[in-house]
């Protein structure tokens, strides 16, 4: 999608902002982030203008170019070297399930599915598999988290929910991948309560997007409601509600079915290029070892039907409330005495879709993994007001948590330590990172009051309300940045922190 063109005022941008880089910040302490400055920004990029930031669209170029002029204009650098200047190209395939059918056959006589019970999805432009044989497979993993089933060229079927034994399982999305790589024809999904089948529906329905570099899935793939589920399970003579009993034990090797099926897919498929934006603060005496800041730019888009008369997911609090924060402490950290170590910024696309911007840059680092000695991931930050606690998403290494520790109390806050915000690992950015080593923390007030993350998650999130108003709070914002200012300084520290 991105030009030249676009590349080319990209570069302008930044130039400009150059001229007006501000002069160092008097000595002594970081001027405090106020919420009128990060509510300036969020009502910026979660403006309408900016189309809801969706990746490869123009709200995208509005998105970076915003944050490249912000970035620049703090006093932050392109990373030397790199091929397009402030920003990372992330090649994707959008793919729209256009028609889908399935037809099944239990015992060779034909059984039928209510159209309302059953989405699919094809991999390629279109598929057709004739009488593939379904298998039931549980979890799909063992509780050695290995393929649990024998199920080359055939149909898995899969419970939707986390599997309750093991430590670290992966979620569905990573079985469905291997179930795919073990040889699957198609995987179904039969859905779980947590997720309303209609919500299942229409983000399904939805365009799918993931990495170009991405392991192909399985030709076809989809989901099968509850109900439709227990009733081929039933006709197979199968207790849906014993089955997935049975299915509970991390020795469970699944059942093949006397069901088979034939499914055709047609699909439309898009290439599209989209970006994540890094920036570069460069230490005063660097050791090696760096930080890295990073945050979501991007969100929904336009979300609504027709007719809808706010059809714009802004994404006010997810994330440009994150974004708006990386702003203010790179400005805080570029003006104030420079920070021994090389800083970083991240500003990721596509984690709507999967942390896949993350993924990416996990994938091709512009600075080795081993050289980040943390991760400060920032993502819905604008939840709690000020005075509220300071959980942390990835807590447990007690030096990094002795550090947050230090830093939280030099602002008068306490912490919260009762592990609730462990909940939300694997749904944030820092998650790509940690996967690969990196300690990836994400710190602040947001993940502390449960009731406040819940009332938002239940309410706004992902929905066309999630715009800017005088209504979010963003006293906590305010503090959760001055502390992620002191972070950086502590982690950025050479005699401090040994940047193990
Ligand atoms: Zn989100």
Known sequence: MQTMKFRAAIAAVALAALAAVPAAHAKGADAPVTEAELAAHI??????????????????DRTIAYIVGEWAKAGLEAVPGSTTPWLQPVPFVESKAVSGTARFKVHGRDFAI?????????????????????VFVGYGVDGAGKVNADVTGKLAIMLFDNAPFGDKLPRYRERRQMLADAGAAAVLVIATDAVPWAQLRDSAGSAAVRLASAKPGAPVSGFLSLEAADALLKKAGQDGAAVREAAKSPDYKGIALPVTADLATQSAIRPFASNNVIAKLPGAKPDGKAVLFLGHWDHLGICGKDGDADRICNGAVDNASGIAVLIEVAKRLASGPRPDRDIYFLATTAEEKGLLGAHYFADHPVVPLTDITVALNVDTIAISPRGTPVATIGRGKPAYDAVVRQAATKFGRKLDEDGEADAFIQRQDGWALGAKGVTSLMVGGSFS????????????????????????????AAEDADLHVALGRAFADVKAWSGK
């Open 449 to 476: 009051d449960m009731p406040l993350l819940q009332a938002f998650l239940g309410g706004d999130y992902h929905e066309a309300a999630d715009n800017f108003s005088d209504k979010i709070p963003l006293g906590g």
């Open 114 to 134: 209510e159209d309302d019970g059953i989405i699919l999805t094809g991999r390629e432009t279109s598929a057709a598999l004739a009488n593939v044989p379904g």
């Open 43 to 60: 009502k910026v990029l979660a403006g309408d203008a900016f189309e809801g930031r969706a990746p490869g669209t123009d709200g995208e």
